[in-house]
């Protein structure tokens, strides 16, 4: 015993890149999602609904649906975690044909995924949180590393999982998704993950972006495509420091630069205003098509009116000492934060999760116990 308190408290001081936890996020979800599409079809076939739930199962399916497709995106992720269990709950509330055990074990997965950090890398909350805390002088860069704990402990609790859906012939859905998840989970080291999503930039970028570094609404344009282009095919440089090394910019006024978005292409080529913007979507490979849309006639023409009437209407005063300073956000760490003189937040995590281990193995082997 002593050995594992021993292990998991190393598991929580290690820490590592949270690239895999997202991944496991995407797919686990997108899993969920296509489960749902199932059971909605096949509802009135093969499952049996009780009586309070007879009317309202539609309804279930449709809003936890729409909590799975938002933990895809990572937006609001803790929330809809939240949302994710009590669907899951009244879902195996709802169906008689099931047993116990299968809800018990569904339930449980899906609400520790609450205290679990899915959403640190490629997600929409990741996002929000450099538009909130970022300005003309500071581009904030949440923290990407997570306990080592959590890559332990999911493919543990996905592997019992498959464990009991193995008994249940209409989940035989998830019988080899699970097994794929908990392999990739436990195989494929940190390191991959890291390298894979690590922002490098590019030396040779297929487009250059030119941008007025006082201008707020610039600098969260610039947040908001970096963020999307993981492949760093999109290198942006302001306006005040860059334009002038560019000599395919040398006939375009320093105002007019600052006025309009331009971007210059490898061979040279200069875009201006909404003409840059899909150039962007033509860099970023899975919003090509969109670019092709914007080009089209009409699309095109309504496209650059509203550019130009947002251009022309965005806030252009220059930034000072006085009107964007900035003081960078204090994050508080909460696993340092003392909840007693010898106990501090992270302590109680530990043991929470020592007891919840605990409990979790003990109720699974009386469950299988059972079964036999």
Same mark, same amino acid.
Not at 27 to 43: P, Q
């Given at each position: 015993m002593n050995k594992v308190n021993a292990f998991i408290n190393r598991a929580f001081d290690e820490k590592v890149d949270s690239s895999g936890l997202?991944?496991? !996020?995407?797919? %686990?979800?997108?899993?969920? *999602?296509?489960?749902i599409i199932y059971i909605s079809e096949k509802t009135e076939n093969i499952y049996i609904i009780s009586y309070p739930f007879y009317y309202l199962f539609s309804s279930i399916l449709t809003l936890w649906f729409i909590s799975v497709y938002f933990l895809i995106l990572g937006l609001f992720t803790r929330f809809f975690s939240i949302l994710n269990f009590i669907f899951t709950l009244l879902f195996f509330s709802a169906l008689m044909f099931l047993e116990i055990q299968i809800g018990f074990i569904f339930i449980t997965f899906h609400f520790v995924l609450i205290f679990i950090p899915l959403s640190k890398t490629i997600s929409l909350d990741r996002l929000l949180l450099k538009l909130k805390y970022s300005n003309t002088t500071f581009q904030y860069n949440p923290p990407v590393k997570v306990s080592q704990f959590y890559y332990y402990v999911l493919p543990f609790l996905v592997g019992v999982m498959y464990l009991f859906f193995l008994i249940? +012939?209409?989940l035989i859905y998830f019988r080899y998704v699970a097994i794929f998840i908990s392999v990739v989970m436990l195989l494929i080291p940190n390191s991959f993950w890291e390298n894979l999503f690590s922002k490098k930039i590019t030396k040779n970028p297929k487009l250059l +972006? %030119?941008? #007025?570094?006082?201008?707020? *609404?610039?600098? !969260?344009?610039?947040?908001? +495509? @970096?963020?999307?282009?993981?492949?760093?095919?999109?290198?942006f440089k302001t306006v005040q420091l860059d334009a002038r090394e560019n000599k395919n910019l040398d006939s375009i006024s320093i105002d007019d630069l600052l006025d309009n978005?331009? @971007?210059v #292409?490898?061979?040279?080529?200069? %875009?201006?205003g909404i003409d840059t913007y899909i150039q962007i979507l033509s860099s970023i490979w899975y919003t090509k098509l969109l670019s092709f849309l914007f080009r089209i006639p009409g699309i095109y023409n309504l496209s650059k009116g509203i550019y130009s009437y947002i251009a022309k209407n965005r806030n252009t005063e220059r930034c000072t000492e006085e009107n964007c300073g900035y003081n960078p956000p204090t994050i508080i760490n909460l696993d340092e934060v003392k909840l007693l003189k010898n106990l501090t937040f992270l302590d109680l995590k530990i043991f929470l999760w020592k007891v919840f281990l605990i409990v979790n193995v003990v109720v699974n082997l009386c469950l299988v116990i059972k079964l036999k």
């Amino acid at each position: 015993m002593n050995k594992v308190n021993a292990f998991i408290n190393r598991a929580f001081d290690e820490k590592v890149d949270s690239s895999g936890l997202s991944i496991f !996020r995407i797919v %686990y979800f997108f899993i969920l *999602l296509c489960f749902i599409i199932y059971i909605s079809e096949k509802t009135e076939n093969i499952y049996i609904i009780s009586y309070p739930f007879y009317y309202l199962f539609s309804s279930i399916l449709t809003l936890w649906f729409i909590s799975v497709y938002f933990l895809i995106l990572g937006l609001f992720t803790r929330f809809f975690s939240i949302l994710n269990f009590i669907f899951t709950l009244l879902f195996f509330s709802a169906l008689m044909f099931l047993e116990i055990q299968i809800g018990f074990i569904f339930i449980t997965f899906h609400f520790v995924l609450i205290f679990i950090p899915l959403s640190k890398t490629i997600s929409l909350d990741r996002l929000l949180l450099k538009l909130k805390y970022s300005n003309t002088t500071f581009q904030y860069n949440p923290p990407v590393k997570v306990s080592q704990f959590y890559y332990y402990v999911l493919p543990f609790l996905v592997g019992v999982m498959y464990l009991f859906f193995l008994i249940n +012939v209409e989940l035989i859905y998830f019988r080899y998704v699970a097994i794929f998840i908990s392999v990739v989970m436990l195989l494929i080291p940190n390191s991959f993950w890291e390298n894979l999503f690590s922002k490098k930039i590019t030396k040779n970028p297929k487009l250059l +972006v %030119y941008y #007025d570094a006082e201008c707020p *609404l610039c600098v !969260r344009t610039k947040i908001v +495509v @970096s963020h999307f282009d993981i492949a760093q095919k999109i290198e942006f440089k302001t306006v005040q420091l860059d334009a002038r090394e560019n000599k395919n910019l040398d006939s375009i006024s320093i105002d007019d630069l600052l006025d309009n978005i331009h @971007s210059v #292409d490898k061979k040279g080529k200069v %875009y201006a205003g909404i003409d840059t913007y899909i150039q962007i979507l033509s860099s970023i490979w899975y919003t090509k098509l969109l670019s092709f849309l914007f080009r089209i006639p009409g699309i095109y023409n309504l496209s650059k009116g509203i550019y130009s009437y947002i251009a022309k209407n965005r806030n252009t005063e220059r930034c000072t000492e006085e009107n964007c300073g900035y003081n960078p956000p204090t994050i508080i760490n909460l696993d340092e934060v003392k909840l007693l003189k010898n106990l501090t937040f992270l302590d109680l995590k530990i043991f929470l999760w020592k007891v919840f281990l605990i409990v979790n193995v003990v109720v699974n082997l009386c469950l299988v116990i059972k079964l036999k």
